[in-house]
T-cell receptor, first 116, second 112 residues
Framework: EAGVTQFPSHSVIEKGQTVTLRCDPISGHDNLYWYRRVMGKEIKFLLHFVKESKQDESGMPNNRFLAERTGGTYSTLKVQPAELEDSGVYFC??????????????FGPGTRLTVL | DQQVKQNSPSLSVQEGRISILNCDYTNSMFDYFLWYKKYPAEGPTFLISISSIKDKNEDGRFTVFLNKSAKHLSLHIVPSQPGDSAVYFCAASALNDYKLSFGAGTTVTVRA
């Protein structure tokens, strides 16, 4: 079974440009999450999709970030315009509908974004 | 505010000895706790978890202990092996809340 995949693995852009990250979850996983790790600090939650619906977007930093999951399959995360502080590693994760108390999320390898 | 804290950024241990990683949390609503392991250039990989109704969970060389009154959990790796060298993240989630809150990670180095 294929794991969570992310594209690109690395992206280097200049401040003010636009970047779109893509995530393909594990087949059959209705839950899809975006996280970000900045400068070796903790991994921070950005948002959570259940199928194509945004369940929780409380971690999105500001309106420069737009996440979509059309059709409930893959997801994209667009940053427009990018700022220096957006640099970091963006992780996508997916999980099945969890039974109460069970919440194992499977992570992709991440996209390393560098904004110059 | 960071609700999950791993106060030791690094740990060095000799092969065959025990590795003990610690994690503290502040949110009393957390009821499920996980440990993830991460190698360079890879995503975090699930290692072991524990529900708040338990105080211990064991899986092979890995054991997680939960002390709810102290809001503290720890991961024990016995015996430590060179392949265990990685960054270990503690994570937690609250009932009916799917998002995970992570600590900053502890880098474990197992010396031969």
């Amino acid at each position: 079974e294929a794991g969570v995949t992310q594209f690109p693995s690395h992206s280097v852009i200049e401040k003010g440009q636009t970047v779109t990250l893509r995530c393909d979850p594990i087949s059959g996983h209705d839950n899809l999450y975006w996280y970000r790790r900045v400068m070796g600090k903790e991994i921070k939650f950005l948002l959570h999709f259940v199928k194509e619906s945004k369940q929780d977007e409380s971690g999105m930093p500001n309106n420069r970030f737009l996440a979509e999951r059309t059709g409930g399959t893959y997801s994209t995360l667009k940053v427009q315009p990018a700022e220096l502080e957006d640099s970091g590693v963006y992780f996508c994760a997916s999980s099945q509908i969890a039974e109460q108390g069970y919440n194992e999320q499977f992570f992709g390898p991440g996209t390393r974004l560098t904004v110059l | 505010d960071q609700q999950v804290k791993q106060n030791s950024p690094s740990l060095s241990v000799q092969e065959g000895r025990i590795s003990i990683l610690n994690c503290d949390y502040t949110n009393s609503m957390f009821d499920y706790f996980l440990w993830y392991k991460k190698y360079p250039a890879e995503g975090p990989t699930f290692l072991i978890s524990i529900s708040s109704i338990k105080d211990k969970n064991e899986d092979g060389r890995f054991t997680v202990f939960l002390n709810k009154s102290a809001k503290h959990l720890s991961l024990h790796i016995v015996p430590s092996q060179p392949g265990d060298s990685a960054v270990y993240f503690c994570a937690a989630s609250a009932l009916n809340d799917y998002k995970l809150s992570f600590g900053a990670g502890t880098t474990v180095t197992v010396r031969a």
